[in-house]
């Protein structure tokens, strides 16, 4: 059997659109800001007539987008979380005007719900659905654009050919490189629409009417076109007659098989044999060569055009993913109805499966590294970020936000600063650096790591690491130099009693000692113990005769208590003996224990 549906396909669509909004919420919890995002936080800081006057001045973007999220941060928030929601809510528009462009251009409506779970699964329009730039408002404008194109050229009244006239301009008001899709639109109109003079008529108003409600920003336009300009030709990388060489990449073979990768899942051809198999059922359908143009021919502009000026980079053009789910999605559709769902649900999985590998892993988590040194923080702790003139602008952004008053005011800005402290937090991104290491090194020798977080490898590169000195300014000495320097009750439970004892010689001993450390109650009566040599960070053991002179070493030692032992006071004691003859080494006051601190176990 196949399944039936009786459920009516708007509800459908509601349906799919909502567990795809649930979706992008989940991935969007572990989506960090990037370098870019965080711009838009800076372009859109201060009052709107301030930040229109930035981009014309300072800038290279119209103001439409950017105006919308001046006034959406001030409504919802700050966090980059509440940036991301304006992009996750233009995207669940597109879905809707994507099952209207599937239902209407194929007519039928399980065209458009299966372009819904295409695009829906699509992980290129996934990364631009939550990011916080105009990417997601440009797929939105976009399909509108196209539904309102393709109305025009279908029906040839003056009422489509205005609402089409104003798309273009609301797109340009957008994003410039929108021109692409434009001309992209103007091409099909060209190569697969047989005009009629009254069509001519409108066409020509259609450029008129958007040249028209463009005119009133066209001098801010050539004053960045000139910015720009100039910004080329001091940076010596202009590439071609005009645009962006900063912000695009070369037309290459590497260049067009990545696009590829990342628009098909790394799918390639499981997308290809389905485009092929379209194509020979559905090729005289005039909708289907308009999404054909759209999903195809618009790389292929961009490429080509990107030869003479430098306009191509995949967010420039990431709208085509649009056409292309479309395409995918009346191949599936046109299938046997007993085969078609099946068919659907299989290519869904099959990308849903391979999703997490095409999404972007290189973009430093800072927001969840904070948050972790926030806990970990405690009062009179200090944050040394090496080099420290070098902290990125998405962690200036993400401190700014997760740290309190306290964290900020306790940065240090040299070594010198941060070495008269216990307790230092080490962050950098740049670990592999000569300078980064001989600094860690520096620190280490009076504060030995003891734990961390972060990573350094071919994804990216952050390391927060905790660096403690010895608990004492002062060692009690057992015997002739075995110098304690404090202890750490790092957790203390029913159970068990997890310590740190810190230990440092000044000369080689020649005697393997055992340390003991015992809990005693309010008699003195002996409840529990850990004897034995040093457990260096709880994974190595030394004997005493095996310490290098003035080396610190962290004895991690879980004391085991009995079981139903009374809740109360104890007292913790540190004792240190010859393990052969039972001797023990006296302190400098003659005592032959050391009594650490008093314990109240719960």
Same mark, same amino acid.
């Given at each position: 059997?196949?399944?039936?549906?009786?459920?009516?396909?708007?509800?459908?669509?509601?349906?799919?659109?909502?567990?795809?909004?649930?979706?992008?919420?989940?991935?969007?919890?572990?989506?960090?800001?990037?370098?870019?995002?965080?711009?838009?936080?800076?372009?859109?800081?201060?009052?709107?007539?301030?930040?229109?006057?930035?981009?014309?001045?300072?800038?290279?973007?119209?103001?439409?987008?950017?105006?919308?999220?001046?006034?959406?941060?001030?409504?919802?928030?700050?966090?980059?979380?509440?940036?991301?929601?304006?992009?996750?809510?233009?995207?669940?528009?597109?879905?809707?005007?994507?099952?209207?462009?599937?239902?209407?251009?194929?007519?039928?409506?399980?065209?458009?719900?299966?372009?819904?779970?295409?695009?829906?699964?699509?992980?290129?329009?996934?990364?631009?659905?939550?990011?916080?730039?105009?990417? =997601? *408002? /440009?797929? $939105? +404008?976009?399909? @509108?654009?196209? #539904?309102?194109? !393709?109305?025009?050229?279908?029906?040839?009244?003056?009422?489509?050919?205005?609402?089409?006239?104003?798309?273009?301009?609301?797109?340009?008001?957008?994003?410039?490189?929108?021109?692409?899709?434009?001309?992209?639109?103007?091409?099909?109109?060209?190569?697969?629409?047989?005009?009629?003079?009254?069509?001519?008529?409108?066409?020509?108003?259609?450029?008129?009417? =958007? *040249? /028209?409600? $463009? +005119?009133?920003? @066209?001098?801010? #336009?050539?004053? !960045?076109?000139?910015?720009?300009?100039?910004?080329?030709?001091?940076?010596?990388?202009?590439?071609?007659?005009?645009?962006?060489?900063?912000?695009?990449?070369?037309?290459?073979?590497?260049?067009?098989?990545?696009?590829?990768?990342?628009?098909?899942?790394?799918?390639?051809?499981?997308?290809?044999?389905?485009?092929?198999?379209?194509?020979?059922?559905?090729?005289?359908?005039?909708?289907?060569?308009?999404? @054909?143009?759209?999903?195809?021919?618009?790389?292929?502009?961009?490429?080509?055009?990107?030869?003479?000026?430098?306009?191509?980079?995949?967010?420039?053009?990431?709208?085509?993913?649009?056409?292309?789910?479309?395409?995918?999605?009346?191949?599936?559709?046109?299938?046997?109805?007993?085969?078609?769902?099946?068919?659907?649900?299989?290519?869904?999985?099959?990308?849903?499966?391979?999703?997490?590998?095409?999404?972007?892993?290189?973009?430093?988590?800072?927001?969840?590294?904070?948050?972790?040194?926030?806990?970990?923080?405690?009062?009179?702790?200090?944050?040394?970020?090496?080099?420290?003139?070098?902290?990125?602008?998405?962690?200036?952004?993400?401190?700014?936000?997760?740290?309190?008053?306290?964290?900020?005011?306790?940065?240090?800005?040299?070594?010198?600063?941060?070495?008269?402290?216990?307790?230092?937090?080490?962050?950098?991104?740049?670990?592999?650096?000569?300078?980064?290491?001989?600094?860690?090194?520096?620190?280490?020798?009076?504060?030995?790591?003891?734990?961390?977080?972060?990573?350094?490898?071919?994804?990216?590169?952050?390391?927060?690491?905790?660096?403690?000195?010895?608990?004492?300014?002062?060692?009690?000495?057992?015997?002739?130099?075995?110098?304690?320097?404090?202890?750490?009750?790092?957790?203390?439970?029913?159970?068990?009693?997890?310590?740190?004892?810190?230990?440092?010689?000044?000369?080689?001993?020649?005697?393997?000692?055992?340390?003991?450390?015992?809990?005693?109650?309010?008699?003195?009566?002996?409840?529990?113990?850990?004897?034995?040599?040093?457990?260096?960070?709880?994974?190595?053991?030394?004997?005493?005769?095996?310490?290098?002179?003035?080396?610190?070493?962290?004895?991690?030692?879980?004391?085991?208590?009995?079981?139903?032992?009374?809740?109360?006071?104890?007292?913790?004691?540190?004792?240190?003996?010859?393990?052969?003859?039972?001797?023990?080494?006296?302190?400098?006051?003659?005592?032959?224990?050391?009594?650490?601190?008093?314990?109240?176990?719960?």
């Amino acid at each position: 059997m196949y399944p039936r549906l009786t459920t009516p396909y708007p509800t459908i669509a509601l349906i799919l659109g909502l567990v795809v909004f649930g979706f992008f919420l989940q991935v969007a919890q572990t989506t960090y800001i990037t370098a870019d995002e965080y711009l838009v936080y800076k372009f859109t800081r201060d009052d709107l007539s301030q930040t229109i006057s930035y981009l014309a001045n300072s800038d290279v973007h119209p103001p439409l987008w950017f105006t919308f999220f001046w006034g959406w941060r001030r409504v919802v928030g700050e966090s980059d979380f509440a940036g991301r929601m304006q992009a996750i809510l233009f995207s669940l528009m597109t879905l809707s005007v994507v099952f209207q462009l599937g239902k209407r251009w194929f007519g039928q409506p399980h065209f458009g719900i299966f372009a819904m779970v295409v695009l829906g699964v699509s992980g290129l329009f996934l990364r631009y659905s939550l990011e916080i730039r105009p990417y =997601a *408002f /440009v797929i $939105f +404008l976009t399909s @509108l654009s196209m #539904f309102a194109f !393709q109305q025009w050229i279908s029906q040839q009244t003056r009422a489509r050919a205005i609402v089409y006239a104003v798309s273009v301009a609301v797109l340009l008001y957008v994003h410039y490189f929108l021109l692409l899709f434009v001309l992209v639109q103007g091409i099909y109109f060209l190569l697969f629409v047989r005009p009629s003079r009254q069509l001519w008529y409108q066409a020509v108003g259609v450029i008129g009417l =958007a *040249f /028209v409600l $463009f +005119l009133p920003w @066209l001098p801010n #336009f050539l004053t !960045q076109l000139q910015h720009l300009r100039a910004v080329e030709l001091a940076s010596g990388y202009e590439r071609g007659l005009a645009g962006s060489s900063a912000t695009t990449q070369v037309t290459s073979l590497e260049e067009i098989f990545k696009l590829i990768q990342i628009a098909t899942n790394g799918l390639a051809w499981l997308y290809a044999v389905l485009l092929v198999l379209g194509l020979f059922y559905w090729w005289r359908k005039s909708n289907y060569r308009l999404a @054909l143009m759209w999903a195809i021919g618009l790389p292929t502009v961009a490429f080509l055009l990107n030869l003479v000026v430098a306009v191509y980079t995949t967010r420039y053009i990431v709208n085509f993913v649009v056409g292309l789910a479309l395409l995918i999605a009346v191949t599936i559709g046109q299938l046997p109805r007993r085969l078609r769902w099946f068919a659907l649900f299989g290519f869904a999985g099959i990308n849903l499966l391979v999703l997490p590998s095409v999404l972007p892993n290189d973009v430093i988590p800072f927001r969840a590294l904070l948050k972790d040194l926030a806990v970990a923080y405690r009062p009179g702790d200090k944050i040394f970020i090496d080099p420290p003139t070098n902290r990125g602008v998405q962690f200036n952004w993400e401190y700014s936000h997760r740290f309190s008053q306290e964290m900020v005011e306790s940065i240090v800005r040299s070594v010198d600063n941060a070495l008269p402290n216990r307790r230092i937090w080490y962050l950098t991104g740049d670990w592999f650096n000569e300078n980064i290491r001989a600094t860690f090194s520096q620190i280490e020798k009076t504060h030995p790591r003891q734990s961390g977080f972060g990573q350094c490898d071919r994804q990216w590169c952050y390391l927060i690491q905790l660096m403690e000195a010895p608990p004492f300014i002062t060692p009690q000495i057992f015997g002739d130099d075995m110098a304690f320097w404090g202890v750490d009750i790092d957790s203390v439970t029913q159970e068990v009693i997890q310590t740190r004892l810190w230990w440092r010689v000044k000369q080689a001993l020649p005697v393997d000692y055992s340390i003991s450390l015992q809990l005693r109650d309010k008699n003195d009566t002996l409840v529990a113990q850990a004897d034995g040599p040093i457990h260096h960070y709880g994974v190595n053991i030394y004997n005493t005769s095996q310490l290098e002179p003035e080396k610190i070493y962290i004895d991690f030692r879980s004391l085991q208590l009995p079981p139903q032992l009374p809740a109360g006071e104890y007292t913790l004691s540190l004792i240190v003996y010859n393990w052969q003859t039972s001797e023990r080494l006296l302190l400098r006051n003659g005592f032959d224990h050391l009594e650490l601190k008093t314990i109240q176990i719960p």
